[in-house]
Structure formats: C-alpha cells, structure tokens
C-alpha cells in the first residue's frame, strides 16, 4: 500500500490491525493472531499439535502420521489451499490484501453514513468535504483495475500452462455435488470470493501485474515461502526416518496449475459428476472421440491389444497418457500370458 | 485421540500381491494371495506394530484371488490353473472344489447364506455350497469377469465391454438348494457408470450400493435400489492421476485405481491406485477425507479388518501398457496401517 495516506486516524487503525488470511478475522496485535492461526489452522487434528504453518503441518501429518494434508481447516471456501505459506500477515498475496481493505474502507464508510443518518451529525473532524474520497487508499477503479490486470495473467497462464487437465475438467457446478464440495479448487491463491471485478475485461499477457506472492521481506523462520516449501526443515516434525523418493505431493510452484489429483486440485470430487452414466463425462468423451479407436460401450467388437498401445501414446499426445490403456484385455491377463506366470495344463 | 501407525508385514509374497483378505471372525488374520504361487497366512499383533507370517500354501500356478469361508480356518483360493480350492488353514489341506476352463479370476464367499461364488475367464460362474459334495452350478456370463464383490445380499460382477451383472444371493441359495441354475438369472443388468475397463468392486457394508473403479482414473458410487431417486444418487469423479512434467508435455498421466475396500463400520472406502497413494472417500458427503503418504510402488490391493481397526495395503510394480518383463520380486510389501479413532470416520452427508 505505497500511497499516502491521510486523514482519519479511526480507519487507519482498523486498517492497521491484523487479521487472518484464513477466515478474515482481526485481531488486537499480531501475537494473538498467530496464536489464532496455530490452533484453528495449523493445528493436526491427529494428535492435537500445533504448527507454525500449514506447509509445517503438512510436513508434520506426512511424516508424523504418513498423511496429506488436504486444506487448511476452518478457513473460508476460498482460502482453504496450501499453496499460499501464511505466517501471521506474512505470505498474504496482494491482491487479498487489497481486497481486505477494500471491505474494510466500504464497511467502514458504509457504517459511518449510517450513523450520520441516524444522528443528523457530520461525521467529527472533518471540515465539511466529503472525507471518503480523500481518505481512500485506492479507489474501488483502482482496485479493480489491478485485479482484473491480475484476472487476466492467471487466465493467461492457465490457458497455457495448464491445457488439457484443467481444460478437462469441469470449472462450474454441473452436479448438485459440487456447491456442497468441500474442496474448491484453491488455484494457487488466484481464486478470489467473486466480489471484485465483474466480468474482467482479458488483458494483454504482457502487462505487469501484482505478484501473487509476498514480494520482498523474508519471511520469519518457519514461514518460508510456499516456493521453499520442499526444502524447509521439518517445522517440528521428527527428523524424517526415510527419505521419500517421490517428491512431496504438497508442494507446486503457484505460477503453474496444481497437479490435479492433490490435495484440492479439481481433480478429486470437485468434479464429481453427478449421473456419470447418463450424462458420460463429456469432455472425456469428445477429446477419446476425436482420437476414435476407443469404442467404450457394450457390444463393440474387442479391439486388439496392439490397439490399446497405440491409443496410450495418442493419448499422450492429447495431454491425457493412460499408464495402463487397453479397454478389454485386463492387466492380470496379459501378465497370465507371461512365460514365467503361464500355466500349462498337464494332458 | 490414539495416533495413527503404519508398519509393513514381514516376509512378504515374493511376487506380485493379487488380494488380501482379513477374517469376518477374527480380526488380526490377513489373508494374501500372490503372483508367486502362493498364499500367505499373517497375523497382526495388537500394540506391537507388527504383522507375523503364521503359514503359506502354495499352489500349482499363481492365485489371483483369495477369501475367507464360514470360519478362520477355512480359505478358498481361484488359481491361473483353472482350480477353485478349499484350503484348511489349520491343517494345510487343499481340496478342488471345480474346475473351469480357463483362469479363475476371483472368489466370493458369502456367510449369510454360506455361499461360495467362483468367476472365471471362461465367461462363467460356479455357484459352490462348500458344505457339500455336490457340484457346483454354472452360470453364463455375457463376458469376461475382472471383479467381484458381495454384500450382505447382493453380488456384483463386472465384466468385459462395461457389462455389470446383479444377482441376489437369496435367489442364488435357493436355487442351489433346488440345483436349478435355470432359475438364476441376473436380479440387475447394468451398463458400467466408468467408460473404461473395471478394475475393482467393493460394496458398501450396509447393503445399499457398490463402488467401481476403472483403469482411468476414476471412480463411480452408486445404489442398488431400481428408483429413479436412488439411480439420480450415482456420481463418479476422477482421482490417482498426476500432473505430468512440463518437459514431457505435461498433462495428465491417469492411473488405474486397483483396489477399492469399504470401512465395515463407517461405510467409508479406500481407493489404492498405480500412482501408489491410497486415498479414504465419504460416500454420503462425496469428499475425500485423507490421502495417505505415497507407497512406493503401485496399490495392488487393499482390506480393512472387519473391526475397522486396520487397513492393509498390497504394494508392488503396476502392470503397465506394454509390459513384457514384468517383476515383483522384491518389491512386493503389505503395510498395514492401524487406524486412529476416528480416521476413517465420515462426517456423512451435508
Ligand atoms: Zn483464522
Ligand atoms: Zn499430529
């Protein structure tokens, strides 16, 4: 917030206090706020301890009890990814930030234009000009403008990042399931509550652009960015005994999609779709029909195995590669035809 | 709240794991049936993390699936050889209770009506009363099976080209106890709610429905009751697929979900797939409740006990497309997991 500000000592004040990026609460200084987030957002419903950080307490739940941590508990729809490292005020990204003291400045006015009508008093101190104008850290244009140049460069990079997976995928409610879902999709911190621009107009790819992460000063121990995350120490946790060869499933780095399967990623029952059988998943259906040769459906002739090869690698190609890809031959099947399982009926 | 341990078996199948089973009488006896010939008998000791090796059968070819019988003594085995086999546990006795001609592919045992369901890629099912010395019934199936599940009164089989066959075991029984086969006939005909080749059935321990899984990544829950409100009930979703890397031309690398088991006493299930995580759903919410730390290689198969106290889990390398020299050996582990209270707990519909 690099403007000048002036005026009311009131709303700076509140503007001044901090508050939760999980659930938008504010508090009297920041120790009770990081106490706040230790037991309603970092804490492991498993054993009860409390970390400094949701990327400290999915280290602890993976190492501790070989768990992932889906989300953040007790957080808004919207703030519930472990994208984003938060530490007290810490690691919120920018633009929530403004958002937060968008709300804070139109509740603040909102509640003071009330009281003026209720009192027939002018507000105290000022001198007779309209204070909202001058007292605004930005205004609401100003504001939006920037989220909408923000709006733009995440559309941007996911159309290109992201392709098939994200494009396959459901984004709306098709089924009853997904208003109910207790997994929206966090989109590494780019999923705002709708509030803000309406329908935001695409912007050049190339424009600059509030970075969604905390620029600048280094966070506290314990709270590194969710960049650092696979190499932090282990907040805590207990030294880890084996070394996983796969790389943590909780970490990705925010200017690309989430690895969809993981935790939160519209992959998982997001995008349930409710009458599978009825409606087919859609999208699936159109990019296998474009590649023809899978013929899901009874009574089709059984394709060779040859075929189910060639399909994988069109799949691969189509940005979907199916590790196991034959639709009638099962793999127990094929392995029953190796020499070494192969059993021959004695005459 | 008691915290949740993860520990391996010790003297795992030398090959690719097939099925694990736990006893419906005595909760800490796991049952594993393997690539390698043979099944495995272990036993879970409470408190001390670990899971004994107690004896092995072994057999002429590898068995694909195994379960329980009316006791904790009594296991019956489907072999590549074509034979459905009675094992006593105790004893190490093997009898052949039939013959199909070709692999049998899974084995059900129902101990409501004491009824054993044999499924093979003859296109057949043998309906046994392993009580008795009679031969068991046959019955055609439209295609190949690949799983099989039973609930207190129902069985499912899924088969070739997304054929999914109901029958009811009150019906079965008394057929059997009139040797009519004729009389059996599927109690449902569906079409697979997955569009791809099945690849495992659990049903929910309550009776009501059943959950598939295929070789894409995905998953479909749905009801037995024939109504319009409990078929508008059926959903499906995609899970255990990867991003794959940006050099390789990202995307999705989607895996086949292998196991599926259902909690006996939350009504929860378990998913295990080719990316080697396992993860626990709420059938009711339709959201997933934990997933689990990465296994080391692909989920073969999956159990809970039948006090809901542990989760076993058959690790080894996945088959995959294209798969000439396919091993197990020595990668082929069975971790069991002790589950904290309420760990697989749902919070049931919202
Ligand atoms: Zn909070
Ligand atoms: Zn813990």
């Not at chain 1, 003026?116 to 930005?138: L, S, V």
Request: proline share 10%.
């Amino acid at each position: 917030m690099g403007k000048k500000k002036r005026g009311h000592p009131d709303i700076e004040e509140i503007l001044a206090r901090p508050w939760c990026y999980y659930c938008e609460r504010d508090f009297e200084d920041l120790k009770l706020l990081i106490s706040h987030q230790k037991a309603k957002h970092f804490k492991c419903d498993r054993c009860g301890k409390r970390l400094n950080t949701a990327g400290g307490l999915s280290v602890h739940m993976n190492q501790v009890h070989k768990e992932s941590l889906d989300k953040v508990e007790n957080a808004l729809p919207n703030r519930q990814g472990l994208e984003i490292e938060i530490f007290g005020m810490e690691g919120v990204p920018e633009d929530v930030l403004q958002q937060h003291q968008q709300r804070i400045i139109t509740n603040f006015y909102t509640a003071q234009a009330e009281r003026r009508a209720a009192t027939g008093n002018p507000p105290p101190g000022q001198n007779g000009q309209g204070p909202a104008k001058k007292i605004k850290i930005e205004t609401p244009e100003e504001i939006k403008r920037r989220l909408a140049v923000h709006r733009a460069k995440v559309a941007t990079q996911k159309a290109a990042g992201a392709n098939g997976a994200v494009a396959s995928m459901p984004a709306d409610g098709q089924s009853p399931a997904q208003g109910a879902s207790p997994f929206p999709p966090p989109q590494a911190g780019f999923s705002y509550p709708p509030a803000g621009a309406p329908g935001a107009p695409p912007f050049p790819p190339a424009q600059t652009y509030p970075a969604a992460f905390p620029p600048g000063p280094s966070p506290p121990p314990g709270a590194a960015s969710a960049f650092n995350l696979p190499a932090r120490p282990p907040s805590g946790a207990p030294p880890a005994g084996a070394a996983l060869p796969q790389r943590p499933p909780y970490f990705y780095n925010g200017a690309s999609a989430p690895p969809p399967g993981y935790p939160g990623s519209p992959s998982t029952v997001d995008e349930l779709v409710a009458g599978a059988a009825r409606q087919g998943d859609d999208i699936d259906q159109l990019i296998r029909m474009a590649e023809k040769g899978i013929k899901p459906g009874k009574g089709a002739a059984p394709t060779e195995e040859a075929g189910g090869e060639k399909k994988s690698k069109k799949d691969k190609e189509k940005n979907m590669r199916m590790v196991y890809a034959d639709t009638e031959v099962s793999p127990e099947e094929k392995m029953a035809l190796l020499p070494k399982y192969r059993f021959a009926i004695e005459a | 709240m008691a915290p949740s341990t993860q520990f391996e078996a010790a003297q795992p199948p030398s090959d690719a794991i097939s099925a694990l089973v736990f006893s419906p009488d005595s909760p800490n006896r796991l049952l594993v049936s393997s690539w390698d010939k043979n099944v495995y008998l272990y036993e879970v000791v409470d408190g001390a993390d670990e899971a004994k090796l107690v004896n092995q059968y072994e057999h002429r070819a590898p068995v694909l699936d195994v379960c329980f019988g009316a006791n904790r003594d009594e296991a019956f085995t489907a072999g590549l050889d074509q034979q459905v086999k009675k094992i006593d546990l105790a004893t190490g006795e093997q009898t052949v209770l039939s013959k199909h001609s070709q692999a049998v592919r899974c084995v059900v045992f129902s101990p409501e009506h004491s009824i054993l369901i044999s499924a093979s890629w003859d296109n057949s099912l043998h309906i046994h009363n392993p009580s008795s010395s009679d031969p068991p019934i046959t019955i055609q199936l439209p295609g190949k099976p690949h799983a099989m599940a039973a609930s207190p009164s129902k069985v499912v089989v899924a088969m070739t080209a997304r054929l999914v066959h109901i029958y009811d075991l009150p019906n079965i029984a008394s057929a059997l106890a009139s040797g009519s086969a004729s009389s059996i006939q599927p109690w449902q005909q569906r079409e697979s709610s997955l569009k791809f080749l099945t690849r495992a059935v659990a049903c929910m321990p309550n009776d009501a429905g059943y959950a598939t899984s295929s070789i894409e990544g995905r998953v479909a829950v749905e009801w037995f009751e024939d109504t319009a409100e409990s078929q508008a009930r059926k959903y499906a979703f995609k899970c255990h697929r990867q991003a794959a890397p940006e050099d390789e031309g990202g995307g999705d690398i989607v895996y086949p979900v292998n196991a599926l088991t259902f909690h006996p006493v939350y009504g929860t299930f378990a998913s295990g797939g080719g990316d080697g995580t396992v993860a626990l759903w709420d059938a009711e919410a339709k959201r997933r409740m934990r997933q689990y730390q990465k296994f080391p290689d692909s989920v073969a198969a999956l159990a809970f006990s039948k006090d809901g106290k542990y989760l076993a889990i058959g690790v080894c390398p996945g088959f995959e497309t294209g798969m000439e020299n396919y091993s197990g050996e020595g990668k082929t582990k069975i971790f069991l997991r002790e589950l904290g209270e309420t760990e697989a707990k749902g919070k049931g519909a919202k």
